[in-house]
């Protein structure tokens, strides 16, 4: 079946410090990748996507590249602030109707001043 | 201008209670979700429903009834609440097999 495997949270950074969290996925065929971020107390929010392998998704300053040969979508940031401290999800979806998301455990990102 | 909007926000009831979660989308999108997110921040797919119709329904107890009177709409009906359904419950809603957009989700506290 489908699968999502993230890093484990949860990470801590300074303010300006670069971000990466892993993800890798199992799935047939070529199903479009996700990254959602939920901020304290609120709902989810959809960050970026990629539909097709070496696509690149952006979104406030993110950025995940669709590896194919890797079945990665690592999630990057140059230069993180404390606002981008919330809880990070990545998601597959098949490539087919109907399907629903399968997501990763979520990794906690926190950023001190 | 909410795009998928649920309430209430939050609830707070007791074993046993029947209670209802109401879920309508503005984005004209034909297939509707409901997630359930527990408390290790896990999220997994309860329903689906497209065009009103039921094409998901993962092992869920029967406790849960989904009801969507319109495709604009999807309702989550609850009886006999208990403990371990304290969970935060996000309504969703997509088109044609497109991206996936969430509610503000629906904190649920049994006790």
């Known amino acids: 079946g489908n699968s999502v495997t993230q890093m484990e949270g949860p990470v801590t950074l300074s303010e300006e410090a670069f971000l990466t969290i892993n993800c890798t996925y199992t799935?047939?065929?070529?199903?479009?990748l996700f990254w959602y971020v939920q901020y304290p107390g609120e709902g989810l929010q959809l960050l970026l996507k990629?539909?097709?392998?070496?696509d690149k998704g952006s979104n406030k300053g993110f950025e995940a590249t669709y590896r194919k040969e890797t079945t990665s979508f690592h999630l990057e940031k140059g230069s993180v602030q404390v606002s981008d401290s919330a809880v990070y999800f990545c998601?597959?979806?098949?490539?087919?109707?109907?399907?629903?998301?399968?997501f990763g455990k979520g990794t906690m990102l926190l950023v001190s001043p | 201008d909410t795009a998928v909007s649920q309430t209430p926000k939050y609830l707070v009831t007791q074993m046993g209670n029947d209670k209802s979660i109401k879920c309508e989308q503005n984005?004209?999108?034909?297939?509707m979700y409901w997630y359930k997110q527990d408390s290790k921040k896990f999220l997994k797919i309860m329903f689906s429903?497209?065009?009103?119709?039921?094409?998901i329904n993962e092992t869920v107890p029967n406790r849960f009834s989904p009801k969507s009177p319109d495709k604009a709409h999807l309702n989550l009906h609850i009886n006999s609440l208990e403990l371990g359904d304290s969970a935060v419950y996000f309504c969703?809603?997509?088109?044609?097999?497109?991206?996936?957009?969430f509610g503000e989700g629906s904190w649920l506290t049994v006790v």
């Open positions: 969703a809603s997509s088109h044609e097999g497109d991206t996936i957009y």
């Open positions: 799935a047939t065929g070529y199903p479009s």
């Open positions: 990629a539909t097709k392998a070496d």
């Open positions: 998601a597959l979806s098949p490539a087919y109707l109907y399907s629903t998301l399968t």
């Open positions: 984005l004209g999108h034909d297939t």
């Open positions: 429903y497209n065009n009103k119709e039921l094409i």
